[in-house]
Each structure stands twice: as structure tokens, then as C-alpha cells.
């Protein structure tokens, strides 16, 4: 996307945006300071692991439509090609939530809502199941790629499951309405079926996972730790009501960053449109 000038009023309030939201987003806040602008993403489906485009930093905007199995990879090439599957749509997810944050922002900063943004506001508030402006923004965290990556790592293991190759759900997230789509576990719960969503890309994993974190009332730490640090792990402390595993999976997800260096995947951000 083009940068636009500013002036130094403007460059200060984006750099106290950063300080709030986590100096990793720095620069995707820099490139995206218009709430409202829109992005450009080409999705794609994919036929065989070769149809996995390369990573690169800047990231192309591309949301995967449909995944195969990377279970018969090597373990360097597979954990290669899934990063190179998973981190454009964590980028093009974190990019619309800041946009949404700023719009907020603008919101609140103004006196009188115009009737589209508060159609809007209503909305967001009633998809985080809050009742006024000031919750909704505590609600509305951003993360460090490292982080998102290890849990989509090791709900998947690494892209071999059938919930990802099928469904594209990458993080394990529950169904309970019969009317979305989703598909039925192998396994059931004091004698229930239990369904998983699904999605129609990778995108739409990524987006129900922020949706999901920002609203569940288990996550209230891990949305007031994120507001004072982007680092993984310290944020994955707060992650162990996520899974049953609880403290173990804590530790998985640490040796999971520190083994796979995923830090180092948190200062990717989306290329400018041409």
C-alpha cells in the first residue's frame, strides 16, 4: 500500500499507538494509519505442498483456500512450507484488526459518532459480546506472530492434521451451531459428538481465533498482558486454559518458539500495494 505524508502530530500519534499495541506492529501501524483502507488479498487454493509460495519479507497478501497434508515431508521442509502457508494470513489478520482498533480509536476520539460508525460500533460490540465502546477496546488485542505460529503448529502438528487439511482450522476451535459449517470429530465427549468449524480459507481460522480470544472470559489475562508486552513468552503464561493439557501445554509451546527460533518471524509485515 502507498505511504501517505504526515505531519509530526500525526507521526506521534502513531508512535503512541505502537507503544500501546507492541512495538512489533510498528511498522504494519506506519503503513496502515487509514482505518478504513482496504486490502488487497489474492487467495489460493492448493493442489500439491509445491504450490506453496515462497516467504518472503515484505509477505505477499495471500489467503490459502484449501491445504494438503505436509505430513509426508521432511520435518525441515514441512515446518518451512507450513510457516510459508500460515504467516500470510496471520499478517493479513493483524493488519484488519489494527485497522479496526484505529477506526475505534477515531471513534472514540470524536464527539458524535456519524450513523455509519455507530452501526459499526454496534456491530463490534455486539461480535465481542460487550456492552460499551471502552470494553470493546480491551478486547481488541494484537499478538506476536511467534506466538500464533507455535499454537498453529502444534494444533496441526505442523499441518498433518485432518482438521486442517479438511477444514481448514488450524486451532482447534469448537462448533456448537448446527447451522455453520463444520465437521464432526473421530472422538466424542461424555458420549456427545463434538464438531469443528470450518472455514473456507486459512484467513477465516485466523480471524475466528482473535474473535475467539477476545471474548472468552478464559483470556482476560492473556488480553491485559498483551496490551503491556509483545513478547511470546511471556504471553504464552496466560494460554494455559486453552487447552486441557493447561501448563504442559505452556511448555510445549516455549520449547516450540525456542527450538523453531519463530521470534524471528515477528517482525514480518505485508508488502505495500504497487
Excluded at 12 to 39: C, N, W
Excluded at 87 to 116: F, G, W
Excluded at 146 to 154: D, F, G, H, T
Aim: no cysteine; aromatic share 8%.
Amino acid at each position: 500500500m502507498r505511504q501517505t505524508e504526515r505531519n509530526p502530530l500525526q507521526t506521534l500519534l502513531l508512535f503512541i499507538v505502537a507503544l500501546a499495541f507492541g512495538f512489533g506492529t510498528l511498522i504494519q501501524i506506519a503503513d496502515q494509519s487509514k482505518p478504513d483502507q482496504q486490502l488487497d488479498i489474492h487467495y489460493q487454493s492448493l493442489t500439491t505442498a509445491a504450490d506453496i509460495i515462497p516467504l518472503t519479507n515484505p509477505t505477499r497478501a495471500i489467503a490459502y483456500t484449501s491445504v494438503v497434508s505436509l505430513d509426508t515431508l521432511p520435518v525441515a521442509d514441512k515446518k518451512q512450507r507450513f510457516i510459508a502457508l500460515l504467516l500470510p494470513a496471520i499478517l493479513i489478520s493483524k493488519q484488519k484488526h489494527q485497522q479496526q482498533r484505529l477506526k475505534l480509536d477515531k471513534i472514540l476520539a470524536s464527539k458524535k459518532p456519524t450513523s455509519p460508525e455507530q452501526t459499526w460500533l454496534n456491530q463490534q460490540m455486539a461480535l465481542y459480546e460487550v456492552t460499551t465502546p471502552s470494553q470493546l477496546k480491551q478486547r481488541m488485542i494484537n499478538l506476536p506472530n511467534s506466538l500464533i505460529l507455535a499454537q498453529a503448529a502444534l494444533e496441526t502438528g505442523w499441518g498433518s492434521s485432518r482438521f486442517f487439511v479438511q477444514a481448514n482450522n488450524v486451532f482447534g476451535i469448537w462448533s456448537f451451531d448446527p447451522n455453520e459449517k463444520r465437521m464432526m470429530a473421530s472422538q466424542q465427549r461424555e458420549g456427545r459428538k463434538i464438531y469443528v468449524k470450518r472455514y473456507d480459507s486459512l484467513l477465516g481460522a485466523i480471524d475466528d481465533y482473535f474473535l475467539t480470544l477476545g471474548r472468552g472470559s478464559a483470556y482476560k489475562e492473556l488480553r491485559q498482558a498483551a496490551r503491556k508486552t509483545q513478547n511470546s513468552q511471556q504471553l504464552i503464561r496466560h494460554l494455559h486454559r486453552y487447552s486441557e493439557l493447561g501448563e504442559d501445554y505452556i511448555q510445549r509451546l516455549a520449547t516450540l518458539i525456542r527450538h523453531n527460533n519463530l521470534k524471528q518471524y515477528d517482525q514480518y509485515h505485508l508488502q505495500n500495494k504497487a
